[in-house]
């Protein structure tokens, strides 16, 4: 089958189009879809940006009818930067800080596909912002040392780490007092 | 302004020093994505916002030493011409993006040796990046991390206990870091090596691409392999796996290169002379033709065959070739053909130099 709009190439795509209630059948070929806006194409070629995107549609296992219902029930909206999740799903970034605590309850799936199963940061902490949070996470690893020296049985070691932890633990006891104050 | 600086040379000050393994890394890099707590991402921003975050930045440490007397440059991008952006995008110091948002606010502070440039509203509202030479992540990350606390001082960062450091795309959440290390793997692509280990360091999480960043088309064998995953993970362990990666890499392209020259030495031999030719003698030169040779030849001084170039060589005349360059040179826009003309003379020139 010839393309109906050139009459030259062979025609690649069929559809039918229904416009107010009038069936008809398009037969044409990739060009002329294109040229006379049969089918959209994006401008840009397909990008890591399309590929993420996708992945955040991670809603689609719901049925559609159900969607549309929780869709207008209540859609998350940011109160600072008032983009809302399908901005977010459709963008694929983030307005502001503020849209992270807002879609807080959806986001791990999104983390887990792009971060390979993570949703929690390990890693650098600004100095200011952490305040005890830095000491606290020291902690965190000081303990998880204890632990595996007393699986091994290096008793002399452990008592050293144990020392460690109490001094940690009374400077952060420390801190938090004088905050409170 | 003393702009020029960075716009007329090639080659970055920091390039000159030899870091570890420089036969195969040309240099490693960190890039920290930050964002002030309080303002919207530039994404959506209005210009004020923008423009307020770019006027902080310029008052708080344009004129600030960090350390040593290192001093920076505040450059605003409406400031200077298309040509000089595109320099400074082919120098790696600012990413094509930050070119584009120039009427929003987009600026960058750039270090006198260029090792630190950071991109003021970018995506985020600051992308810190630093260079060495060689092989040295580590110390190019404790570098970011004494300048990131630098600039803490004065900013309050967009900060999350369990989600890290926030940032516009969710790809960078966590650490906000990309480590990335730029590789020179003749070897490995000529015997088609490379493309069969790709598939398994993309299971590590990392990534392998041209030098121009994401979608780039690598040239002149010249490859970046960075850290995809940035929440989870210490920087140091990200730091830690792209490292072992890298150095398993350049193992194995140092045996490459040794079988070739076993095997087919006198091939080899063949083709890095006629690489070498055909840069000093050409007169209408390609861009990828002129890349695949500079290859070609900086493995020929690798290797010990070309002895009067220095290695240098293939890391200024990949920039200075690019099209940025040569109009900026030229100082006139120039039709694709006009390029490849000066692009060749540019070359011939260069390698005079070399002999002299």
Redesign the interface.
Known sequence: MECQECHKRPATLHFTQVINGNKTEVHVCEVCAKEKGYMSFPDE?Y??HNL?TGLFDFDSSINPQKKAHLKQSKELQCP??E?TFSDFKR???????EC??TFSSK?DP??RR????????????????GGH?HLKKELDSLRIELQSLIKNEEFEKAATIRDQIKDLEQTIKNKEEGEAE | MTLSHFIDEAISPWMRDQGPDSDIVLSSRIRLAR?F?E???P??ADKEELEHIKTFMKDEFADGTFQDNVNFEFIPMQDISSVEQRVLIEKHLISPLLAKKSAQGAAAMISQSEKISVMINE?DHVRIQLYFPGLQLSKALEKA?EF??WL??KI????????????????N???G?RASVMMHLPALTMTKQLTRMVPAINQL?LVVRGIYG??SETIGNLFQISNQ???????EDIIEDLQSVVHQLIEHERQARKRLMERSGTKLEDRIYRSLGTLEYSRIIESKEAARCLSNVRLGIDLGIIKHISRNILNELMVLTQPGFLQHYAKKTLKANERDILRASLIRERLQLEKK
């Open positions: 070629a990008t890591l993420i600072k930067c983009m963008l694929g970034k983030f307005g502001c800080a992270y605590n986001l999104v983390f792009v971060h390979s199963g993570n949703t929690l940061h390990h890693g650098k902490i600004p100095k200011r912002k949070l | 964002n707590s303002a919207t991402f994404l959506i995506e991390f990131d606390d803490e001082e309050n960062y967009a900060f999350d206990e369990s989600r890290g450091y926030l940032t516009s795309c969710p790809t959440v966590g650490t870091m999480g994401e979608g995953i940035t929440l989870g993970r210490t920087e």
